[in-house]
């Protein structure tokens, strides 16, 4: 599996973004994780490429959403109301089973794509 994470930048406060992960290969789920400086990876969202299934943490629901294209082979972080605290780098993953909220379910990870959240 094949995984290019894309679309991250430098947004102010209240800004948008959308990520994007484009995905090659056999898989069945596709996770979005992050990291910022000094601190532990954190899932963010995932969905599953079968059912289409999508869940996004509980912290960042309403501002945050997971989808995926049509062939289910790009799946898109839509990012709102972002906050300094959003800035981190963001990776993609990819996993053989359903969506999980654990790193070490994902096989395949992207090079991550930075994103930073300031005026």
């Known amino acids: 599996v094949q995984l290019q994470a894309s679309g991250g930048g430098l947004v102010p406060p209240g800004g948008s973004l959308r990520l994007a992960c484009a995905a090659s290969?056999?898989?069945?789920?596709i996770g979005w994780f992050r990291q910022a400086p000094g601190k532990e990876r954190e899932w963010v969202s995932c969905?599953?490429?079968?059912?289409?299934?999508?869940y996004v943490t509980d912290s960042l629901k309403g501002r945050f959403t997971i989808s995926r294209d049509n062939a289910g082979n790009t799946v898109f972080l839509q990012m709102n109301s972002l906050r300094p605290d959003d800035t981190a780098v963001y990776y993609c993953?990819?996993?053989?089973?359903?969506?999980?909220?654990?790193?070490?379910?994902?096989?395949?990870w992207g090079q991550g794509t930075q994103v930073t959240v300031s005026s």
């Open positions: 969905i599953n490429r079968g059912d289409g299934g999508a």
């Open positions: 993953a990819s996993s053989g089973s359903w969506c999980s909220t654990y790193a070490r379910e994902y096989n395949y």
């Open positions: 290969g056999n898989y069945y789920s």
